[in-house]
């Protein structure tokens, strides 16, 4: 869990947030982060706290010290994204605290795990039959995959998922944001890259830790509409993570079950083409600290997320 890491913190702290470990007890703590926004000062906590969740004493005493610090750093509210998979139990047991459920998603909540412990046969056969498809004409076309997390391609990257963002209309994350994440993750970070005759086509930024790689950041060229370039990086990155050791391929947010209208909805149907399996986190939920500015944030963001169809 990447985020609740010493290089999540590194990664916040170097563009300017404020990130701190609050340790609850020998085994339970979280890495809660400040951030000043316009619409007011917040503590964010991604995929956490850390902690037995079914210990009713432990997550009311580790709740109380995170609203405490809040409340004495001036933020208006908490937001926490619990490491807990999304149940009618696990949404009862957070909603008793009291919280309230997030008028938006915090961190890839809904994502698609691939199984990499199974043989490349496997792989390839839990597949879509199109997404096999298009692996099989990436390799008669000879597409060349690569990795590297040079400045060059860190630049390259940038580069390339600005024009990216702005054919497909997201925001994306800033040069600053990116050299960050590559001085806190060093070779935990590799930028993937598919091309063909010399040509980019599809590039992927995946981080790694002992046990997964996650498909954090993705750009492509105007050829990935002709050409199935994300189809030779993604089969490429699955079998270099399976030579690595790693247990499992995080494909990193993917639209809600049912929302045909989300934001995500295009990429999800590519993702879910892998043949891995859908896992929902809990949704985000917050606690309010100062209730009546906490209010119309809560109206701006709920006209903002049907706005963006999120």
Same mark, same amino acid.
């Given at each position: ?156 990257? #940038?580069?390339?998922?600005?024009? &990216?963002?702005?054919?497909? $209309? !997201? ?6 944001? *990116?050299? +960050? ?80 209208? #989300?934001?995500?909805?295009?990429? &999800?149907?590519?993702?879910? $083409? !892998? ?6 986190? *809990?949704? +985000? ?26």
């Amino acid at each position: 869990n990447f985020l609740q890491s010493k290089q999540w913190y590194e990664v916040n702290k170097s563009i300017g947030h404020k990130p701190i470990f609050l340790m609850f007890s020998e085994k339970s703590y979280c890495l809660a982060i400040i951030k000043d926004a316009k619409r007011g000062r917040f503590l964010e906590i991604p995929c956490g706290p850390i902690l037995d969740y079914q210990n009713r004493d432990e997550l009311e005493l580790a709740m109380a010290e995170i609203y405490r610090y809040a409340k004495q750093n001036n933020c208006v509210f908490v937001r926490f994204r619990p490491n807990l998979e999304e149940t009618p139990e696990n949404r009862a047991l957070i909603e008793s605290l009291p919280s309230l459920s997030a008028s938006y998603f915090l961190h890839a909540e809904n994502t698609i795990f691939v199984d990499l412990t199974q043989s490349e046969e496997d792989l390839l056969k839990n597949m879509r039959r199109q997404t096999r498809y298009e692996v099989r004409r990436s390799e008669k076309l000879n597409f060349r995959v690569e990795k590297s997390n040079t400045p060059e391609i860190l630049r390259e990257f #940038h580069q390339i998922q600005a024009e &990216t963002a702005k054919r497909q $209309g !997201f925001i994306p994350p800033r040069r600053k944001d *990116l050299n +960050a994440y590559a001085k806190a993750f060093g070779s935990d970070l590799q930028i993937y890259r598919a091309t063909l005759d010399g040509k980019p086509v599809a590039y992927g930024l995946v981080l790694t830790d002992a046990l997964e790689g996650d498909y954090f950041e993705a750009a492509s060229t105007e050829l990935n509409y002709k050409f199935p370039g994300a189809y030779a990086l993604q089969w490429y990155v699955m079998r270099d993570l399976k030579k690595q050791g790693k247990l499992r391929y995080n494909l990193w947010g993917i639209a809600p079950a049912g929302q045909k209208n #989300h934001k995500f909805a295009g990429v &999800t149907t590519f993702k879910s $083409g !892998f043949g891995g399996e859908k896992f929902d986190y *809990l949704h +985000a939920h917050d606690l309010p600290v100062k209730k009546l500015h906490y209010g119309l944030i809560r109206l701006v963001e709920d006209a903002r997320r049907k706005k963006r169809h999120l």
